[in-house]
Structures are given as structure tokens and as C-alpha cells.
Nanobody, 118 residues
Framework: QVQLVESGGGLAQAGGSLRLSCAAS????????MAWYRQAPGKQRELVAI???????IYVDAVKGRFTISRDNAKNTVYLQMNALKPEDTAVYYC????????????WGQGTQVTVSS
């Protein structure tokens, strides 16, 4: 089992910045990759960024150049630095971990609200 706890959401103005954190605990050695997703009101949950076990990062086009995913292995924490925020970034942001044995599964945090005002 893996437990994920997000923090760092809140209210920001357009053009501002926020940093989200996701603290992982449990059998984290089995995790293959971690990611951030977001879900805006009335929309489906969508991928934002991925970081793999070898620190390869992938971003969706909407956040490229503005968001950075990173991690601190010593703290078992993944971060999402969000710069140049736009109102369309408003959503609940979820931390995701994929892995585990014997069958890899998805683990989710409880979500943290990010609201960007224009």
C-alpha cells in the first residue's frame, strides 16, 4: 500500500506561482512513476505531468514551460512548481503513484484545490 498526501494548493492571481507537494509513505520502493493530474469543474481528470523512476519528465502541452515536476527522494516527496498561472489552471490537483507488487496499481491522494483569479 502507498499513501499520498498533497499540500500547497490555494488561491493565486494570474501570472503568479504555487508549489504543490505530495508526500508518499508505505511501500514506496515499488513505485514506477509518479504524476500530477487535475480535474476542473465539469471536466474529466487529466494528466498534467509525470516523473519516472529515472527522473524522466513528461508534460502536457498546456503546461509546458510553466510547470515543473520534481522529487526529493530523501523526503519521499514529489513537487509541482506552477509558474505563470492562468485562470484555466483552476482545478483540483491530484497526486498519483503507479506501481506496487505483485500487480501494479494506481494510488491517489485526496486532492488539493488550486484557484487562479484573473
Amino acid at each position: 500500500q502507498v499513501q499520498l498526501v498533497e499540500s500547497g494548493g490555494g488561491l493565486a492571481q494570474a501570472g503568479g506561482s504555487l508549489r504543490l507537494s505530495c508526500a508518499a509513505s508505505g511501500i514506496i520502493g515499488s513505485i514506477n512513476r509518479m504524476a500530477w493530474y487535475r480535474q476542473a469543474p465539469g471536466k474529466q481528470r487529466e494528466l498534467v505531468a509525470i516523473i519516472t523512476s529515472v527522473d524522466t519528465t513528461i508534460y502536457v502541452d498546456a503546461v509546458k514551460g510553466r510547470f515543473t515536476i520534481s522529487r526529493d527522494n530523501a523526503k519521499n516527496t514529489v513537487y509541482l512548481q506552477m509558474n505563470a498561472l492562468k485562470p484555466e489552471d483552476t482545478a483540483v490537483y491530484y497526486c498519483n503513484a503507479f506501481g506496487g507488487t505483485p500487480i501494479p496499481v494506481n494510488y491517489w491522494g485526496q486532492g488539493t484545490q488550486v484557484t487562479v483569479s484573473s
